[in-house]
Nanobody, 126 residues
Framework: DVQLQASGGGWVHAGGSLRLSCTVS????????IAWFRQAPGKEREGVSC????????YSSDSVKGRFIISSDNTAKTVFLQMNSLKPEDTANYYC???????????????????WGQGTLVTVSS
């Protein structure tokens, strides 16, 4: 079974930084993608950032481009989301997810990955 464990959420002032981690087990890293999604209260879940295997191509939504960086430690089977210059509108539950397709553009657009992890809450105060 594919399992994803997200961690690293917390409370931070606007302008601050947080790093989320997603530890993955049971997933074949020879191909596919790992993505971060978020869902704010009263809003739909949206794609934030995504990384593809095996070439490491990354994608980020326009709302976080230039502020959030997705990366991976393949040995540790962990995907990170470095979040800088955080804004109050970044407040949400953040979920990591895995998909057997190396199609980040599709995974982020449809918000229907094959496997979901649990969320970690990020709160940014003004």
């Amino acid at each position: 079974d594919v399992q994803l464990q997200a961690s690293g959420g917390g409370w931070v002032h606007a302008g601050g930084s947080l790093r989320l981690s997603c530890t993955v087990s049971g997933f074949t890293f020879r191909g596919g993608s790992i993505a971060w999604f978020r869902q704010a209260p009263g809003k739909e879940r949206e794609g934030v950032s995504c990384i593809e295997w095996p070439d490491g191509t990354t994608y980020s939504s326009d709302s976080v481009k230039g502020r959030f960086i997705i990366s991976s430690d393949n040995t540790a089977k962990t995907v990170f989301l470095q979040m800088n210059s955080l804004k109050p509108e970044d407040t949400a539950n953040y979920y990591c997810a895995a998909d057997d397709r190396d199609e980040c553009w599709n995974v982020m657009k449809t918000v229907r990955p094959d496997y979901w992890g649990q969320g970690t809450l990020v709160t940014v105060s003004s």
